[in-house]
C-alpha cells in the first residue's frame, strides 16, 4: 500500500451532461472512491483542474484576454472545483482542506508545505488549488510539484481513460495501450500523458506516474492500497514486481 499519494482529477470531468458546471453525482462519486483510501490509512493530497469553469488557453485565444489572465483565471476555476470536492468529502464525514496557491484568506488556506504534511499526517484531505499560482503551468505541472513537496509515492491523474496509448484512441480504433513507459517515452509528441514540463519534473524526482479511469469504481483502492496496476498505465524508470 501506497503510504501518502497525489491524485490529480480533471476538472473537465466535474462537469455536468452539457459540458459546464459541477455535477453533485460526479462530487459524489470522487469522494466516495477517496473515504476507503483515508480509512485504509493512505495520506490523500489533491489537485483538480478548472477545465469545466473555464480554460486559460481557451480563453485567450481571441486574442483579447492575455494568455497569463487567462491562465490565472483558469486558476481561480480550481479554487472553486476544490471548494466544491472539500464540500463532498466533509459530507461523507472525512476531514479536508484547501490550501491556494494564490492568497485568498477569506476562503482558504494559503499553500504551505510544512502545514500541508502536518494535515495530512493527521488524516486530512488536503486539496491544492490555484495551480502553481503563475501562469503558463498546466495543473498537471502543479499537482506534480506539489507530489513533490509532499513527499507523496506516486502521482495517480485520475482522469476519462484507462492508461497510456500510443496514439488517441478516440480517433483511431486501432491505438493500443501503453502498460507501462519510462519518462522519456512519455516525452514523445504523440504520447499524450501529461505536458512536459510535468512529466520532466516527475523524472528528476523519479515519481512514478500512475494514469487511469476516475471513473471506473475501486479503481484507486486496487491501484493504491492493492498495489493492482492491471488497470492502469504506469510511467517511472523501474518496473514494479506486482506489474504485469
Ligand atoms: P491544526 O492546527 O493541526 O489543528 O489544523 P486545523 O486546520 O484544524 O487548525 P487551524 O486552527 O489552523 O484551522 C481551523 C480551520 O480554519 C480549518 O478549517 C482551516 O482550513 C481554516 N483556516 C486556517 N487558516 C485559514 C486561512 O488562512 N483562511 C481560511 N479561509 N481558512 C483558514
Do not use: W
Amino acid at each position: 500500500m501506497a503510504k501518502r499519494v497525489l491524485i490529480k482529477f480533471s476538472g473537465e470531468a466535474l462537469a455536468n451532461e452539457d459540458g459546464h458546471g459541477i455535477d453533485s453525482k460526479i462530487l459524489k462519486f470522487i469522494a466516495s472512491e477517496i473515504k476507503p483510501l483515508v480509512e485504509a490509512g493512505v495520506e490523500v493530497g489533491l489537485v483538480v483542474g478548472g477545465g469545466n469553469i473555464i480554460r486559460g488557453v481557451n480563453a485567450s485565444k481571441e486574442g483579447i484576454i492575455r494568455r497569463s489572465s487567462g491562465d490565472y483565471m483558469g486558476m481561480l476555476a480550481t479554487v472553486i472545483n476544490a471548494i466544491a470536492l472539500q464540500e463532498a468529502l466533509e459530507h461523507f464525514g472525512l476531514k479536508a482542506r484547501v490550501q491556494s496557491a494564490i492568497k485568498m484568506a477569506e476562503i482558504c488556506e494559503p499553500f504551505i508545505m510544512r502545514r500541508a504534511i502536518r494535515h495530512l499526517e493527521k488524516g486530512r484531505v488536503v486539496i491544492f488549488a490555484a495551480g502553481t499560482g503563475n501562469p503558463f503551468f498546466t495543473t498537471d505541472t502543479a499537482a506534480t510539484l506539489r507530489a513533490v513537496e509532499i513527499g507523496a509515492e506516486m502521482i495517480i491523474k485520475a482522469t476519462k481513460v484507462d492508461g497510456v496509448y500510443d496514439k488517441d484512441p478516440h480517433k483511431y480504433p486501432t491505438a493500443k495501450k501503453l502498460p507501462h513507459l519510462t519518462y522519456d517515452e512519455a516525452l514523445q509528441d504523440n504520447i499524450k500523458v501529461m505536458d512536459d514540463t510535468a512529466i520532466a519534473l516527475a523524472k528528476d524526482n523519479q515519481l512514478p506516474i500512475i494514469v487511469c479511469n476516475m471513473f471506473e469504481k475501486g479503481n484507486l483502492y486496487d491501484i493504491i492500497v492493492n498495489n493492482n496496476y492491471s488497470k492502469c498505465s504506469i510511467v517511472s524508470d523501474t518496473r514494479s514486481e506486482n506489474e504485469t
